[in-house]
């Protein structure tokens, strides 16, 4: 039964957009490859083009159409679809590098700005598929402008697959040096997972997961402003008061994602899927989750305190939310960029910010190390460690955890790396010099904890 939404919760929405940066991040919708399995490879990459540019023809267009009509920001539509490492899995070719061409035409052609699924599932094992896929994603992102890339190397039941971190540690380091010319910023389009779900709409590690259906609408709400803005009127209370002043802030965000969401549903004729409701800042003044953690009492986040003020605000996003909508999914929490967060920069600048806090500061958020720019020159085997690190966090907690770290060519500590648009600018951080290369060089496969044995 659809739930109804009241004239007075349009009224506060109204203001929150007004006053405080809301905005729905995303409309992404889910798109299932699999009946375009063909031996001809050519014939594969004609035929995911034209299922992308008819399911998806009128997305861009609906959008903005809601977005005219109820006053609320759509900011992106995007587009995600069944790992290529499966979906071309049946093709008789060398490589991957023409389906990912054949992905970036048709987001262009439908007006998407990303397109999540150049994306293979190796967290046991990686087949002879999923290695062209591995091997086709450096030059794939120096190519394309809108693909989006994401590889799964861990998971609570399989434990950590070594020999793909030290695989997508290279991939890495490859990409970055193609796109050197841009500040490496192909890898700003290439995340590595931990648990990673199969119904996000945020880029760059969205896919249509192979237990979803033809097709899904998926919606991401975001707003850090709206958050600070309610925090602002309760500044001094009590704990018990900012959480719950946290949760009543979220549940109405929430509440502008279903209604977006059902009618991006209505209109397309595509079953709705999930409501993610991340916190994702922006580098706009005013859209920080830098400043949320300012409003609750610390001077910068890093300061002592910011990992359990990270835990309040992202266990209440998550409440907030559920009471919200029976389908709340994806993400769902906050997440913690550096290059898109004008606070977190100040952050790292002033000294208050390292690596090693952020990974703690991952312990408790929704996702993981997020547009973080490190040297260029940093070891292959430092990354590994770095990824290997992020992914037991995944692991042991048994949640989603990512990395999307960009190792910038010819830059070091102290440099800015400008991305441009929603991607920022971020200053290049010191990486731990202590060497790794003996521990990530044993390969194989790191065993599931023990209490993944759950039957």
């Known amino acids: 039964m659809t739930a109804m939404i009241s004239i007075h919760e349009v009224q506060e929405t109204v203001r929150m957009i007004s006053e405080a940066n809301l905005d729905v991040r995303t409309i992404t919708m889910g798109i299932n490859l699999a009946d375009c399995a063909d031996a001809d490879y050519n014939a594969f990459c004609g035929k995911i083009y034209d299922k992308i540019t008819r399911k998806a023809e009128r997305l861009v267009q609906v959008g903005d159409d809601i977005s005219r009509e109820y006053g609320v920001p759509v900011v992106n539509k995007r587009i995600s679809v069944t790992p290529i490492a499966i979906a071309a899995s049946g093709c008789r070719c060398e490589d991957y590098a023409e389906a990912a061409r054949a992905l970036d035409r048709a987001a262009e052609a439908t007006g998407v700005n990303f397109i999540g699924g150049f994306s293979a599932l190796v967290h046991k094992g990686i087949t002879p598929e999923d290695r062209k896929l591995l091997d086709s994603i450096p030059p794939a992102l120096a190519e394309t402008e809108r693909v989006c890339s994401s590889v799964n190397v861990a998971s609570t039941r399989s434990g950590i697959n070594m020999n793909a971190v030290n695989a997508v540690a290279r991939i890495a380091l490859d990409t970055a040096r193609l796109t050197s010319e841009r500040d490496s910023i192909g890898c700003a389009k290439f995340v590595v997972f931990c648990n990673a779900v199969e119904d996000n709409p945020f880029m760059a590690g969205a896919f249509h997961g192979i237990g979803e259906g033809e097709c899904a609408i998926n919606v991401g709400v975001s707003g850090p402003g709206a958050v600070k803005r309610a925090l602002e009127s309760v500044r001094g209370a009590d ?113 208050a910010l390292s690596l090693e806090k952020l990974e703690a500061m991952t312990c408790v958020c929704s996702v993981g190390l997020d547009m973080i720019a490190i040297p260029g020159d940093t070891p292959v085997e430092t990354l590994s460690g770095i990824i290997a690190d992020e992914m037991a966090i995944g692991m042991i907690n048994n949640k989603t955890t990512a990395v999307r770290i960009i190792p910038v060519t010819g830059k070091k500590v102290g440099d800015m790396a400008e991305f441009g648009g929603l991607l920022g600018s971020a200053p290049v951080m010191e990486v731990n010099r202590f060497c790794c290369a003996d521990f990530v060089r044993r390969g194989g496969r790191i065993p599931a904890p023990i209490h993944s044995f759950r039957n």
């Not at 998550?318 to 290059?339: H, T």
């Open 239 to 351: 704990f018990e008061t900012l959480c719950e002043t946290v949760k009543r802030t979220a549940f109405k965000i929430t509440r502008v994602g279903q209604l977006v969401a059902q009618e991006a549903s209505r209109r397309l004729g595509v079953p709705f899927g999930v409501i993610d409701l991340s916190l994702a800042p922006t580098p706009a003044m005013g859209d920080s989750i830098a400043e949320i953690l300012r409003e609750m009492g610390l001077e910068h986040p890093g300061a002592p305190g910011t990992t359990a003020a990270i835990a309040i605000l992202n266990d209440n996003v998550k409440k907030g939310g559920v009471m919200a909508s029976s389908y709340v999914g994806g993400l769902s929490g906050a997440f913690i960029p550096v290059s898109e967060d004008h606070g977190m920069i100040e952050a790292v600048l002033a000294g």
